[in-house]
């Protein structure tokens, strides 16, 4: 896992920051809070801990509506337990603690009394390996959001149809919605598990590093179905790759972990982290000068 | 920089007070609600008690979770009442054999138990006349006996499964895991027809020895191969690098490393054996009279001796089965805790 | 340099021969023969009984498996005048018996398992893995005394509850109307013996359950039920199926637990609750003390088809864990 960051990070080091910037500014701007989708979701002195272990340290940052933010930073810098922390993934891991809030629609996701069950179906997540359930077919895949959580949907074809639409996957598996997840190749099964995160209607959608165990096809695949997704929902993308970064995102934050816990250092649209960042560790980071 | 005052991590999912208050209302609201139901019921007895509590606590937990969270949360409700209820029901046993074992084994116990034996007691006779020298020497005897013999072929199965790792492999780890199924009294017979009848044609400690030997090698082999199994591949390689013959490498390097675990995988074979009875029966004699000598006469052994006992039926005779049943679930207790001990650090470093 | 026509000559591969030094080969020669051991050990068992038990099996033929007469007529000079010997219904009890052991016993192993990885904190998931591996430890005998003296009383009690409301279901029936020492409490306590065992199986391979799909359960919103019921149990079915088989197998095995809390009888019974139940090892010790040579064979014989019984179940258990092993799903 960690040599592909590196390698990954390696071929960073050719790109110049102004070829990153233009890649920021190609696409269509999106102004945030366009859709009336809620008002989002927002951070608040998020601490993170593993046992003694303090790992991220005061995160605030707002995530508008309808759009799409990348964290990029070094590995280890924090970003993936962040994201972790937003719809409570955090705590399966032993010996993990937190502090600060996490508001969805203004509300704490972690206020006593909290159903997590039903954060989790607003805020959906896509992790870095695809990870169908095996023992399931294609369709049922899809719709195992609804199974887990004991959803009932009058027009379960439809929405089998509308969810792999929406992922990038209908024309490549709607005849053979029987055959097992794991028979479809690896970029495949990774839209596969968006269209399973899709089918719950989360307003926010999480994606840990999704391209980084794909081949360059399916990688930009998966990035067309990120824009295209980002209009109905709010999208949250870990990633190493900056050009993936200035690809698909509207704002970008830089993390960084200065041998203490990971801090947030920087926030801002895309095309100014890539073009004029403020803070000199952003600009070596994005320039490639060190990670 | 400015400095941040941190703040101190918390776990806001974990129950909260109000949650454990709750929790405890309600396990005390179904305790009393037992009572009071089997009270004006003709429901009677501990397993109404035990099923109405488990009831009632499942169904107030489930029917909050219900109109709380929705049917998922009780569902999940339900089922953890229910996992608990396993592991209750799973434990429960055991607590109730060594409370009974205890409070009733140490009526049996006597200042002479361990320097006596049972050739001038009768099973009628009082508690203080005789005792189990007899008993735990034959079983040291076997024990020993089944030691010497079934160590080295057990560590040899492992060293061949890790070791060599040849093209009989596979088959060997099958008969390893089949001979572990193979019934107590079988391997009993199996010495009867095949050493006792055609061979020795008497009771002897060495045909106990030699049933419990085929019972003990499969323990120590799998145990033994799990453990040669952590030994890391380097080591074998280092040595080999090093100019040593597999052979060298083996003796001076993996088992070495591998000691404590292997102490473990032969306790572990000693606890497997101690109180294994069928075959005893059928090989030993079971004498009440302690027999230095262990190939030849009928020698006594603990689990030979809580049988007789048991089986003679008077109160005197099944306290003293109770007394030996102390004596040999202390010495497995032991056995298991020394093995647990040594095995938390099974390579050594 | 010059430049001739490239000729691409694919060189032979050499062979890599290790000669070992003759200490290894000694090594070598003596650590399979150990390994061999089993096979050995196992090859005998069956010859032995077999050849011991040759003569009754010729005799009886296939009727030792199918009647259920156990008798022995012998004259005053201990010549064997008339016998009978008939497996049908200890075989009958075997598997009775191991029935109901491994159907009580299944149930609650896999709740315990499911509790001990999902659901105990983390002391009191080490407390109750150290119990329970002792509790497989404990031997046999300490099992069935306490089952005859402490158990059979609630079993039994348990048993005429079960016969009063479902006496309907036609292997709970119960007539005539006698309770003790049926198969019932013999399944009891075997189901003790073997929910350690078969916890332990299904610990492991519960906790083998892939965590990337626990968490993809998790964060689509699923409930611990729920996600055990979506990852966990399809990847531990087949796992839990050969832990069970293991525990049949030493079910089947067993002797002095069931000979304690058994009534014996030789007649085929397949009512689980009537206190009449048979088991081939509890038959050897009972009828070993006063037994005649010729009845001895007998007896050797039936101990051939307890050992091939016990290995027919425990092949396929291990095939079953083994598979679960290997596929990783």
């Not at chain 1, 190749?185 to 959608?205: F, M, N, T």
């Not at chain 1, 509207?250 to 004029?276: K, N």
């Not at chain 2, 049917?71 to 046993?93: E, I, R």
């Not at chain 3, 299904?202 to 359950?209: L, P």
Request: with cysteine; charged share 15%; proline share 5%.
């Amino acid at each position: 896992m960690n040599e592909s960051h590196e390698s990954e990070n390696k071929k960073m080091e050719t790109t110049t920051p102004s070829s990153l910037a233009d890649v920021a500014n190609a696409k269509v701007q999106k102004a945030p809070g366009t859709r009336a989708m809620g008002t989002g979701l927002e951070t608040r002195g998020i601490h993170a801990w593993f046992g003694k272990n303090h790992v991220l340290s005061d995160v605030n940052l707002d995530f508008a509506a309808g759009t799409v933010t990348a964290l990029i930073g070094p590995s280890g810098c924090g970003k993936s337990t962040f994201i972790r922390t937003i719809n409570r993934m955090h705590e399966f891991i032993p010996g993990a603690a937190m502090a600060g809030e996490v508001l969805l629609d203004g509300k704490d996701v972690y206020a006593p009394g909290t159903d997590v069950t039903k954060i989790r179906l607003q805020i959906g997540m896509v992790f870095q390996k695809p990870n169908p359930f095996p023992s399931m077919t294609i369709g049922e895949n899809v719709l195992s959001g609804l199974k887990l959580s004991q959803q009932k949907v009058s027009n379960k074809d439809e929405l089998l149809e509308e969810c792999l639409v929406r992922a990038g996957l209908w024309n490549e598996v709607k005849d053979r919605l029987g055959a097992h997840g794991g028979s479809l190749s690896g970029g495949q099964q990774q839209r596969l598990c968006i269209a399973r995160a899709l089918a719950v209607r989360p307003q926010v959608l999480l994606m840990d590093e999704p391209c980084s165990a794909l081949d360059p096809g399916s990688t930009l695949r998966i990035e067309e179905t990120i824009r295209e997704l980002s209009d109905t929902m709010t999208i949250i993308i870990v990633t190493h790759n900056m050009q993936q970064a200035a690809r698909v995102s509207d704002y970008t934050g830089f993390f960084l972990s200065e041998g203490g816990p990971g801090q947030m250092i920087e926030a801002a649209p895309t095309s100014e982290i890539f073009s004029r960042p403020r803070d000199t560790r952003t600009e070596n980071y994005v320039t490639g000068r060190f990670g | 920089m400015t400095t941040i005052s941190t703040p101190t991590p918390t776990r806001p999912w974990l129950p909260s007070t109000k949650d454990k208050l709750r929790d405890l209302f309600f396990f005390l609201l179904s305790i009393v609600a037992t009572y009071v139901i089997v009270a004006i019921t003709p429901m009677k007895g501990k397993l109404a008690y035990f099923i109405l509590f488990f009831l009632l606590y499942m169904s107030l937990t489930a029917g909050l979770q219900y109109f709380a969270r929705g049917s998922a949360a009780a569902k999940d409700a339900f089922v953890s009442s229910l996992v608990a209820v396993g592991a209750v029901l799973t434990v429960m046993p055991i607590a109730s054999i060594i409370g009974t074992v205890v409070s009733k084994g140490y009526k049996g116990l006597h200042l002479g138990i361990l320097t006596t034996d049972m050739s001038l007691a009768a099973p009628t006779d009082p508690i203080a006349n005789g005792g189990l020298l007899h008993a735990i020497t034959g079983t040291l005897t076997l024990v020993v006996l089944a030691l010497i013999m079934s160590v080295p072929i057990g560590i040899l199965t492992a060293l061949y499964l890790t070791e060599i790792q040849g093209s009989l492999s596979r088959p060997i780890q099958f008969l390893v895991q089949a001979m572990s199924g193979v019934p107590s009294i079988v391997a009993g017979l199996f010495i009867l027809s095949a050493v006792l009848y055609p061979i020795t044609k008497g009771y002897s400690g060495l045909m106990g020895a030699l049933a419990l030997t085929i019972l003990m090698i499969p323990t120590v082999a799998r145990t033994s191969q799990e453990v040669l199994k952590l030994i890391p591949d380097d080591l074998r390689e280092a040595g080999v690098a090093l100019g040593g013959t597999q052979w060298r490498t083996v003796a001076m390097i993996v088992l070495p490393a591998a000691r404590s675990g292997l102490i473990t995988a032969v306790i572990l074979g000693i606890a497997r054996i101690a109180g294994e009875t069928a075959p005893l029966l059928l090989l030993t004699g079971g004498g009440d009279t302690v027999n230095p000598n262990a190939f030849n006469g009928s020698i006594g052994s603990l689990p030979y001796y809580i049988w007789k006992s048991f089986n003679a039926g008077s109160p005197e005779a099944i306290t003293r089965a109770w007394a030996g049943l102390l004596v040999l679930m202390i010495i497995v207790l032991v056995l298991f805790t020394l093995a647990r001990l040594l095995g938390t650090r099974k390579v050594a470093r | 340099m010059t430049t001739s026509a490239p000729v691409r000559v694919v060189p032979a591969p050499r062979e890599l021969t290790t000669q070992p030094r003759f200490s290894d080969k000694v090594f070598r020669t003596v650590v399979t023969i150990g390994g061999l051991s089993s096979l050995l050990i196992l090859g005998l068992i069956a010859i032995f009984l077999a050849y011991r038990g040759y003569e009754v099996l010729r005799q009886e033929g296939f009727k030792f498996l199918t009647s259920s007469d156990w008798s022995i007529s012998v004259d005053d000079a201990g010549n064997v005048v008339d016998s009978t010997f008939g497996l049908a219904a200890m075989l009958v009890g075997t598997i009775l018996c191991s029935i109901v052991a491994v159907a009580i016993a299944l149930p609650i192993s896999v709740f315990s398992a499911l509790f001990l990885n999902f659901y105990a904190p983390g002391w009191l998931k080490k407390i109750l893995i150290a119990v329970i591996d002792m509790m497989a430890a404990f031997p046999s005998i300490l099992f069935g005394i306490w089952g005859f003296l402490v158990l059979m009383p609630s079993v039994e009690y348990w048993a005429k509850l079960l016969n009063n409301y479902f006496g309907f279901l036609p292997f709970l029936k119960l007539e005539p109307y006698v309770v003790t020492r049926s198969p019932f409490v013999a399944g009891v306590v075997l189901a003790i013996m073997i929910i350690p065992i078969v916890t332990s199986v299904a610990r492991e391979i519960f906790s083998q359950a892939p965590l990337d799909r626990i968490q993809a359960a998790y964060a689509l919103g699923a409930t611990r039920w729920a996600m055990i019921k979506a990852v966990v149990i399809p990847h531990g079915k087949s796992g839990v199926i050969g832990g069970a088989m293991l525990g049949l197998g030493r079910a089947m095995g067993e002797t002095v637990a069931v000979y304690s809390v058994l009534n014996i009888v030789f007649q085929v019974n397949w009512q689980v609750l009537l206190g009449a139940g048979g088991n081939v090892a509890s038959l050897i010790i009972l009828k070993f003390g006063e037994a005649s040579p010729y009845e001895i064979k007998a007896l050797m014989a039936a101990g051939l088809v307890l050992f091939l019984l016990t290995l027919v179940v425990n092949a396929i258990a291990d095939l079953i864990v083994r598979g679960t092993g290997k596929s990783g799903r």
